[in-house]
Nanobody, 123 residues
Framework: QVQLVESGGGLVQAGDSLRLACAAS????????MGWVRQAPGKEREFVGS????????YYGDSVKGRFTISRDNAKNAVYLQMDSLKPEDTAVYYC????????????????WGQGTQVTVSS
């Protein structure tokens, strides 16, 4: 079992930056690919990005490429989502998710999910 706890959400203005963090309760954290998925009200879930267990590979959704950066610190069992140049359309609940394999990307198929953190970007 892996517990994931997101933090760092909040209300910001367009153009601002925000950094989300996800803490995992698992010693073998480096064996899990980690992903970020978001869901806006009335919309389907959207793949934001993911990172391999080693951190060598990262993947991003088209809408956030060039603005968002995923990183991880396996010594701290943590994964981060740096969000720059935020837009109102980035407003959503952001979920951290873990996949029990070294490399993975996608909006579904994860083994564990966090409870989500709200990000609101005002215009």
């Amino acid at each position: 079992q892996v517990q994931l706890v997101e933090s760092g959400g909040g209300l910001v203005q367009a153009g601002d930056s925000l950094r989300l963090a996800c803490a995992a309760s698992r010693r073998s954290f480096s064996t899990y690919a980690m992903g970020w998925v978001r869901q806006a009200p009335g919309k389907e879930r959207e793949f934001v990005g993911s990172i391999s267990g080693t951190g060598r590979s990262t993947y991003y959704g088209d809408s956030v490429k060039g603005r968002f950066t995923i990183s991880r610190d396996n010594a701290k069992n943590a994964v981060y989502l740096q969000m720059d140049s935020l837009k109102p359309e980035d407003t959503a609940v952001y979920y951290c998710a873990a996949k029990a394999r070294g490399d993975y990307y996608g909006v579904d198929g994860y083994d564990y999910w966090g409870q989500g953190t709200q990000v609101t970007v005002s215009s």
